[in-house]
C-alpha cells in the first residue's frame, strides 16, 4: 500500500469553498478536462444535525499508460469513482470519500478529502487536507504491483496539483460571478424602494 498525501490552504473563508466545491468540475475549471460527468446519485439532510449528505458517480478519462489499462483488463481508460460526502454547516466541515468502481479487483484507491476553516484565519481563509491509501490487489508479481502503486501516487501528485489551480480559478469566478449577482440584486432592491419612498 502506497499512501497520498496533501495539505493547502485556500484564501477564501469556508463558505464560499464549501458553495464552490458543487462546481469543482464545471467548464470554469479548466484543469479538471479529465472529469467528463458527474452523476448525483442521492443527497439527503439530516434533520437533527443539519448535514447534507450527497452521493455521487465521478467518470473520468484517464491518461494512463496502455499497459496499465491492458494489465487492468481494460482497451480504454474510463474509470468511475463513487463519492459519498458530507457537509455539516454547523461545525463547518466538508468531507469527502471516494473510491474506486472500475478496476477495483485489481487497484483499491480510498481517498478522503476534508475541507475546514484555517485554525489560524478561521474568517477568512480554508484549510483543504486530502489522503489517498492505493493498494493493488493484483497477485504474485511484487514488482508490476508496486509499478501499479506508484504510478497512481505520481498521478495524484499530478491531478492535486492541477486539480488546486483549478478550483482556484472557480473560487474566483465564483466569488466575481456571484458578487456581481449580489450587487446586482442589491441595486434592484434600492431603486424599488426609492420609487416606494
Not at 468540475?25 to 484543469?31: A, R, S
Not at 443527497?43 to 489499462?69: F, H, K, M, N, Y
Not at 484549510?127 to 495524484?156: H, M, P, S, Y
Request: hydrophobic share 30%.
Amino acid at each position: 500500500m502506497k499512501v497520498f498525501e496533501s495539505t493547502c490552504t485556500f484564501n477564501y473563508p469556508w463558505d464560499e469553498v464549501s458553495t464552490a466545491n458543487w462546481r469543482k468540475y464545471c467548464p470554469w475549471n479548466d484543469k479538471s478536462t479529465h472529469v467528463v460527468a458527474v452523476d448525483t446519485l442521492s443527497r439527503t439532510v439530516d434533520p437533527d444535525t443539519g448535514i447534507l449528505r450527497t452521493e455521487r458517480l465521478i467518470t473520468c478519462r484517464q491518461s494512463a499508460p496502455r499497459w496499465i489499462c491492458t494489465l487492468l483488463g481494460g482497451s480504454d481508460c474510463v474509470s468511475h469513482v463513487h463519492e459519498t460526502s458530507f457537509v455539516d454547516p454547523v461545525n463547518k466541515k466538508v468531507t469527502m470519500a471516494s473510491t474506486n468502481l472500475t478496476w477495483s479487483n485489481a487497484l483499491s484507491v480510498q481517498e478522503t478529502v476534508i475541507y475546514q476553516p484555517s485554525p489560524t484565519h478561521p474568517e477568512t481563509k480554508t484549510l483543504f487536507q486530502q489522503d489517498a491509501k492505493i493498494t493493488a490487489l493484483c497477485g504474485g508479481w511484487q514488482k508490476v504491483k508496486n509499478g501499479i502503486e506508484e504510478f497512481t501516487v505520481d498521478r495524484f501528485g499530478q491531478n492535486a496539483r492541477r486539480g488546486k489551480e483549478g478550483f482556484e480559478h472557480v473560487l474566483e469566478m465564483s466569488r466575481r460571478v456571484f458578487g456581481e449577482e449580489r450587487n446586482e440584486r442589491i441595486r434592484k432592491e434600492e431603486e424599488e424602494g426609492q420609487r416606494n419612498s
